[in-house]
């Protein structure tokens, strides 16, 4: 089931940042886990970042905390992926994506998100080197 709507996706510099934007419907967004996932060619689809309804947020790992930042704005119904220092292996299709929860399971700073249930169609991010 798709709800979501991604843009931002584009083809950048190793070293260049971007900014992904994902919009959906309000009752969509007011569910409990909100995140973004990521999917490279030939690879499982992978949990990057995520926040539930009260403000927690999570990443992946440490590599991707110290340079992806997860937003969202209440007022547009709209979550935000800021992606700086990116590097050729940031190279995927990136989708935001709600559950109802449970939204992760994390253990010593990595962290693994469960599948969820409303996607969106994504928007690709290449990084040349």
């Known amino acids: 089931q798709e709800q979501w709507v991604e843009s931002g996706g584009e083809s950048v510099q190793g070293g260049e940042s971007l900014k992904l934007s994902c919009a959906t419907s309000?009752?969509?967004?007011?569910?409990?886990?909100v995140a973004w996932f990521r999917q490279a060619p030939g690879q499982e689809r992978e949990g990057v970042a995520g926040?539930?309804?009260?403000?927690?947020?999570?990443y992946k790992n440490s590599s991707i905390q110290d340079r992806f930042r997860i937003s969202r704005d209440w007022a547009k119904n709209t979550l935000y992926l800021q992606m700086n220092s990116l590097k050729p292996e940031d190279t995927a299709m990136y989708y935001c994506?709600?559950?109802?929860?449970?939204?992760?399971?994390?253990?010593?700073?990595?962290?693994?998100?469960?599948?969820?249930?409303?996607w969106g169609q994504g928007t690709q991010v290449t990084v040349s080197s």
């Open positions: 309000e009752s969509t967004f007011r569910q409990f886990c």
């Open positions: 994506a709600s559950d109802p929860g449970p939204c992760w399971d994390c253990k010593g700073g990595n962290c693994r998100f469960y599948r969820y249930k409303t």
């Open positions: 926040m539930n309804k009260d403000g927690l947020i999570r």
